[in-house]
């Protein structure tokens, strides 16, 4: 029994059955201001600050997923595929080096729910892409191509996941599949070895992984997705959570139960010898959603079904976000962080800091690396 704190007379860290591979936070906030194209950085968007990074990496955490927009990285003029805004891509490829050297994972997040060429509505705006009845769509060749191209910028280094697309919703979730399969075919045909992560449809919904997500081909992700196939068997399936009344993550109050919603899709990891990685879950400041929070991740640490989770959010531009936890500044970073997520990640330590990123405990370079000498900043071939 691992104990470490308690809020309210609620144990806030339980045993743990199974190691959590990776732990941290969404830095959100390069995918900001989707209304203004390209955008200022520093203004418009921003993906990391420094002092941040520094701050988790040094409370525990291994990993950091940065959001980006596919519209910023592929500009609208030369549209989705291979041709990259070099700008856009340099300030990104920087926050990935800033992590990555100092011992932290960083997920590559396409932040575009599998849409793209209209990113000012979010998530709602925007062509599916591979919808071949319209007209304005890329192609799942164009998503491809556009895998490839960054792939290729990234696959040399061990510490990057591939975060392949932000939540499909409202699709065919054989297309769904379609493009997860194009995406990570892209990415091996590289010689990328990292981790990927793949999406459902759904808003890759945890809670409804089982369930039917909309009224038409919303077929459910666990009839469908399991014709997934990657030559090094090195995915996890990603997955989102939130507690309010309807799963949006914009209400404060916590009103589903947790760890019951997990249930389902837990039982199907483990029928079918998957992993998955819970990259965004978040919940209000106040007593019941303590307890909701403290309850999912004890059944994350519980079940080796689940390798890892990031926090939604931290991020440089938030200002007064009901689920910022960036450090000294965000709503919820003296309660949630310090009362809920930091007791957890010290329970694991130390974590893994370096090594290729893989879905299971025996595919990092010679076996599970936790210390940084020696190993930070080696290169794969590519």
Known sequence: ??????????????????????????????????????????????????????????????????PFLLERM?????????????????????????????????????????????PSMQPQSGSIIGNTSDPKAASTKNLAAFWTELSNRFKTNPNVIYGIM?????????????NDQAMIDAIRGTGAQQLILVPGNGFTGAH??????????????????????????????????????????????????????????????????????????????????????????????????FIGWTYWSAGPLWGDYFLSIEPGEGVQFNSTWREVLEPHVQSYGPMQRCGVSSSRMNGVVDGVIKALEGCLGLRLPG
């Open 1 to 66: 029994m691992r104990v470490v704190s308690v809020f309210a007379g609620v144990a806030l860290v339980a045993f743990a059955g199974a190691e959590i591979l990776y732990a941290g936070v969404n830095s959100a906030g390069g995918e900001f201001a989707q209304q203004n194209l390209p955008g200022a950085f520093g203004i418009d968007y921003q993906f990391i600050n420094e002092s941040a990074i520094d701050f988790f990496l040094n409370a525990g955490v291994n990993t950091i997923r940065l």
């Open 74 to 118: 592929c500009p609208l003029e030369t549209g989705l595929g291979a041709t990259l805004n070099e700008t856009y891509l340099s300030e990104f490829s920087a926050a990935i080096t800033y992590i990555t050297m100092r011992g932290g994972y960083a997920i590559l997040d396409a932040h575009n729910y599998m849409r793209y060429n209209d």
């Open 166 to 178: 932000n939540e499909p919703h409202d699709m065919p979730t054989d297309l769904v599949l379609k």
């Open 208 to 305: 409804r992984w089982l369930n039917e997500t909309c009224g038409t081909n919303c077929t459910p992700n666990a009839d469908v997705l399991t014709a997934i196939t990657d030559p090094l068997n090195n995915f996890a399936f990603d997955m989102h959570l939130y507690f309010d009344n309807d799963t949006s993550g914009t209400h404060t109050e916590c009103t589903l139960a947790a760890p019951t919603n997990l249930l389902p899709v837990t039982t199907w990891l483990a029928d079918n010898n998957y992993t998955a990685f819970l990259s965004e879950f978040g919940a209000g400041s106040n007593p019941t959603c303590f307890e909701t929070l403290n309850n999912t991740l004890n059944h994350l640490e519980a079940n080796p079904q």
